[in-house]
Structures are given as C-alpha cells and as structure tokens.
C-alpha cells in the first residue's frame, strides 16, 4: 500500500508542528487529516485534490532545484 498521497501529505504537515522534547511530534495523522478536510472545505476543494497538492510539494521540497 503506497503512502501517497495522504500519508504523505499528513506527515509533511506533522514535520512542521511543535518538536516537545521526550514527546515528539504531538500533532497526529488523524488531526493532520481533519486539518486537510477543514482546509479543502474553505478553498471548495476536494481533500484529495489539497493532499496531492500538499504530497506533491513535499516531494518537490526533499528533490530541491
């Protein structure tokens, strides 16, 4: 099973909250996606349409120029 898009976009999404040491990263993939779900509501956007934005961007950013 592929991780693409929507594992991949929740954890790029969780790579930019708070680090708490001797917790980690608190922000989880179920919280990443209703973030996504709000989000894609307010644009009038399909969910999977913002995680393959949101997967796709983060590719971009770990390939560089």
């Keep these: ?5 929507y594992t991949e976009a929740y954890d790029a999404l969780r790579a930019r909250t ?10 989880n993939r179920s919280e990443a996606a209703q973030v996504c779900q709000y989000i894609a509501d307010a644009l009038g956007m399909d969910k999977e ?3 393959k ?12 120029p």
Excluded: C, N
């Design 49 to 51: 349409e913002l995680v």
């Design 18 to 27: 708070e680090w708490k040491p001797g917790q980690g990263i608190t922000f």
């Design 53 to 64: 934005k949101i997967a796709d961007h983060s590719r971009a950013l770990e390939v560089g």
């Design 1 to 5: 099973m592929s991780r693409y898009p």
